[in-house]
């Protein structure tokens, strides 16, 4: 019994909480082979909880801040996302919903807006993880390939943000 109220403090405690932050991650595979993670910890905005009922608008990562580990690659990736001719250029999510788990949310890329489901869980008492995939062909991202090494379609997302409950 001790040990599990150990265990329960040391969850509760700030400490531990306090690791949680906002961040957004993309997985990227590369083919022929090869794959990296695309990073960023800069989100703007936050997700409204009501009852079981989740909701969102107007969340924003700007492009400059993705890094993916390369910078030849962080180059490459903010001019096909429209960082080099506006430097204020951000993946937006428009808006977002969803209940026990499951959602879709709508994002804007490029101009082009498309809706994907999302599944998401609250992973501390200040914020949730959704996790989705992104097809890029649907914002027409263009030159995916360089020297022979392409990215594949689709990408596995995984961000975690702030949630606050309102009334």
């Known amino acids: 019994m001790k040990k599990i109220c150990l265990i329960i403090l040391l969850f509760l405690s700030p400490s531990f909480s306090s ?92 101009g082009l807006e498309q809706t994907f489901p999302i599944s998401f869980k609250e992973i501390s008492p200040k914020f949730i993880e959704a996790t989705f995939e992104v097809d890029f062909t649907k914002f027409k991202i263009p030159d995916l390939n360089y020297m022979g090494v392409g990215v594949s379609d689709i990408a596995k997302v995984l961000v975690s943000i702030p949630f606050e409950e309102t009334k």
Not at 85 to 100: F, L, T
């Open 19 to 110: 690791d949680i932050s906002p961040k957004l991650s993309i997985y990227v595979e590369l083919f022929p082979a090869g794959d990296f993670v695309a990073v960023s910890t800069e989100i703007k905005g936050k997700v409204n909880k009501k009852g079981n009922q989740y909701f969102a608008e107007d969340i924003r990562v700007p492009v400059k801040s993705i890094e993916t580990g390369i910078d030849l690659r962080n180059t490459h990736l903010q001019k096909r996302l429209g960082a080099d001719k506006d430097s204020k250029a951000s993946v937006v999510m428009v808006k977002a919903s969803g209940e026990n788990g499951k959602g879709q949310a709508t994002f804007l890329i490029n």
